[in-house]
């Protein structure tokens, strides 16, 4: 059985400053993983994936995620918070490497202060 | 069009009423997912349709009855749901096959009264 864990729901961090939201995962098979940016009132759409090629993952808006088989996590992150990046992050694993079989963290809410 | 569209945005329904929700994408995918987002729990996927064909029902009360006339439309009929029901629908679809990716729809906020 597959499951991920997000450490911390809340994040708060200054505009300019690193942003790190933290992604554990469980999977019995080599996984595929996702981090998905949800802005107020709108749907899930995809930041980045790994899919077994390259572990440093590069996604939209300057966000990046390392890949950690001995750590069994997926960490995001980006040098330099901008206010547009205020939002709920999901992190997301499959097992199987299609989007039929996701299983999503519980999400972590990005505040981004001045 | 943007490539997943989910109608209405919002609805307030009455535990007794009937009422559907509708999905549509214009990405060519053949897979569509139903997912119910609640306040402080993971996504919850409901329903998978991969060719038109339900592939997946994970565990979901009858008083939520999924349709897929196509691989371009979904429907969640509703009836008689209760007020822990309420919650964020979100509609989703992909090309079925490896290393795919779910595209989401901004989703239906459902109230039940």
């Known amino acids: 059985a597959q499951s991920v864990t997000q450490l911390g729901s809340h994040v708060s961090v200054s505009e300019g400053a690193l942003v790190l939201l933290r992604c554990n995962y469980s999977?019995?098979?080599?996984?595929?993983l996702f981090w998905y940016v949800q802005y107020p009132n709108q749907g899930l759409q995809l930041l980045l994936k790994?899919?077994?090629?390259?572990?440093l993952v590069k996604g939209i808006n300057g966000f990046e995620a390392e890949f950690k088989k001995s750590e069994t996590s997926f960490h995001l992150t980006k040098p330099s918070a901008h206010m547009s990046d205020a939002a709920e992050y999901f992190c997301?694993?499959?097992?199987?490497?299609?989007?039929?079989?996701?299983?999503f963290g519980t999400g972590t809410r990005l505040q981004v202060t001045l | 069009e943007t490539g997943v569209t989910q109608t209405p945005r919002h609805l307030v329904m009455g535990m007794t009423n009937k009422k559907s929700l509708k999905c549509e994408q214009h990405?060519?995918?053949?897979?569509m997912y139903w997912y119910k987002q609640s306040a402080k729990k993971p996504l919850e996927l409901m329903f998978v349709?991969?060719?038109?064909?339900?592939?997946e029902n994970n565990s979901v009360p009858s008083r939520f009855s999924p349709e897929c006339p196509n691989s371009s439309h979904l429907f969640l009929h509703l009836h008689t749901l209760q007020p822990e029901d309420s919650a964020l629908y979100l509609c989703?679809?992909?090309?079925?096959?490896?290393?795919?990716?779910?595209?989401f729809g901004q989703g239906t906020r459902l109230t039940v009264v």
């Open positions: 989703a679809s992909s090309q079925a096959g490896q290393d795919t990716e779910a595209f």
């Open positions: 999977s019995s098979v080599p996984p595929y």
């Open positions: 790994y899919t077994s090629a390259a572990t």
């Open positions: 997301a694993v499959s097992d199987t490497g299609t989007a039929s079989k996701l299983t």
């Open positions: 990405l060519g995918h053949n897979a």
């Open positions: 349709y991969n060719f038109k064909e339900q592939t």
